[in-house]
Nanobody, 123 residues
């Protein structure tokens, strides 16, 4: 079982940057498919980025070239560096994880474990 706690959200002007963190307890993050999805109230979840146990990163087209997913195995922490933020990036961002081989960004919306979310607001 994995417990996930996100941090790092906030308010930023368009063009700015934020780095989200996801601290995991339990099984090592390096063994999991881990990623980020986002969701606004009343809207469907949208997969953003994923990082598999093969260390391969995958991104939604809407964030490719602007967001970078990474992990620090020693700290058991997943990160999402978000640069050149746009108004449409405004959302609640959730960290998610599961022990599974397939790890596409679109899979993140259905991973078994997720955190409580952190709000990102771009104005």
């Amino acid at each position: 079982h994995v417990q996930l706690v996100e941090s790092g959200g906030g308010s930023v002007q368009a063009g700015g940057s934020l780095r989200l963190s996801c601290a995991a307890s339990g099984n090592a993050v390096s063994r999991h498919c881990m990623g980020w999805f986002r969701q606004a109230p009343g809207k469907e979840r949208e997969g953003v980025a994923a990082l598999g146990s093969d260390a391969r990163a995958r991104y939604a087209d809407s964030v490719k070239g602007r967001f970078t997913i990474s992990q620090d195995n020693a700290k058991n922490t997943l990160y999402l560096q978000m640069n050149n933020l746009k108004f449409e990036d405004t959302d609640m961002y959730y960290c998610a994880a599961d022990l599974q081989a397939r790890c596409l960004y679109s899979d993140t919306v259905e991973l078994a474990h997720r955190g409580q979310g952190t709000q990102v607001t771009v104005s």
